[in-house]
């Protein structure tokens, strides 16, 4: 693996730099996605890892155990861990792209306190997602959103920079980004795609929402593209699961009455509703 060691170390130079949980993770990533390693099969064990990524053990349970977090690994004690099979999806048709939009419809106001607005090399992870080479840049922003005074979710967002360069600039903390975009930028959202899922809060997630470690998140995983077809953004939101519900209307599924945006039929229309 000593094409994977100088992987490693070349990033070392790259502005601003990567914490080393977070290259380890991105390697182990890609071997997952280029299947390096069979659904089910067991990882090297930690002292393995190690050793060959030249970190510590500390380091190495970190990048494990965001990829745990993500659905990308499991682990069964006193066992190691193994390469998780993709989640079972369910296809449906949101009534409203921004997060924003959904509560300025119910008469809610988002609070919004930005963490993190900067310009950073594309993350391994997201350069699929949007369509960038590894030497290209994207704007990332955190955002800490609150409804009626109470902290209920935390945003992180990915957005090419040479679709809205000097966006690292602008004021995130009042209004809809996605009507910043189009106003500020030209950039319309053309159609996305969003898949949601049941998640535990991690320390981090826990501390930012006042919440205990584990306890129940809806994650939103949002892909949005211009008119075109290009990627937009990608956000990944964790929505506290005791203020939140998803509310579904169903209709008739065919192709006349409604269409996922990769072409294929779903039968539902959903919205996230705020508990009162």
């Known amino acids: 693996m000593e094409s994977e060691m100088l992987s490693i170390k070349s990033t070392r130079q790259a502005t601003p730099p990567?914490?080393?949980?977070?290259?380890?993770?991105?390697?182990?990533?890609?071997?997952?996605?280029?299947g390096f390693w069979s659904l089910g099969a067991a990882i090297p064990t930690e002292p393995e890892l190690c050793a060959e990524f030249g970190v510590s053990r500390i380091t190495i349970r970190r990048a494990i155990?965001?990829?745990?977090?993500?659905?990308?690994?499991?682990?069964i004690q006193g066992k190691g861990t193994f390469v998780a099979r993709p989640k079972v999806e369910e296809n449906f048709v949101q009534s409203a792209f921004g997060i924003y939009e959904d509560f300025?419809?119910?008469?809610?106001?988002?609070?919004?306190?930005?963490?993190?607005?900067?310009?950073?090399?594309?993350?391994?992870?997201?350069?699929?997602?949007?369509r960038l080479q590894p030497n290209e840049r994207v704007h990332v922003i955190v955002r800490l959103r609150s409804v009626l005074e109470e902290k209920s979710l935390v945003s992180t967002t990915y957005i090419p920079f040479d679709l809205c360069p000097g966006l690292e600039h602008d004021d995130l903390s009042q209004g809809s980004l996605y009507e910043l975009l189009e106003s500020r930028y030209g950039l319309r959202v053309g159609r996305g795609e969003r898949f949601v899922e049941a998640t535990a809060a991690r320390p981090g997630d826990a501390h930012l929402l006042a919440i205990a470690v584990g306890s129940p998140l809806l994650l939103l995983d949002t892909l949005a593209y211009l008119p075109g077809g290009r990627p937009l953004e990608w956000s990944m939101v964790l929505h506290r699961g005791d203020r939140m519900r998803m509310h579904l209307t169903f209709v008739p599924a065919s192709e006349e009455t409604i269409r996922s945006a990769d072409g294929k039929l779903s039968s539902n229309v959903g919205e996230m509703m705020p508990y009162r």
Do not use: F, M
């Open 104 to 130: 300025r419809r119910r008469g809610l106001t988002l609070h919004t306190t930005v963490l993190r607005q900067e310009v950073i090399p594309v993350p391994e992870v997201a350069q699929d997602r949007l």
């Open 65 to 75: 155990s965001d990829l745990t977090y993500d659905g990308k690994l499991y682990t």
């Open 18 to 34: 990567l914490p080393k949980y977070y290259r380890v993770k991105e390697i182990i990533l890609r071997r997952i996605n280029e």
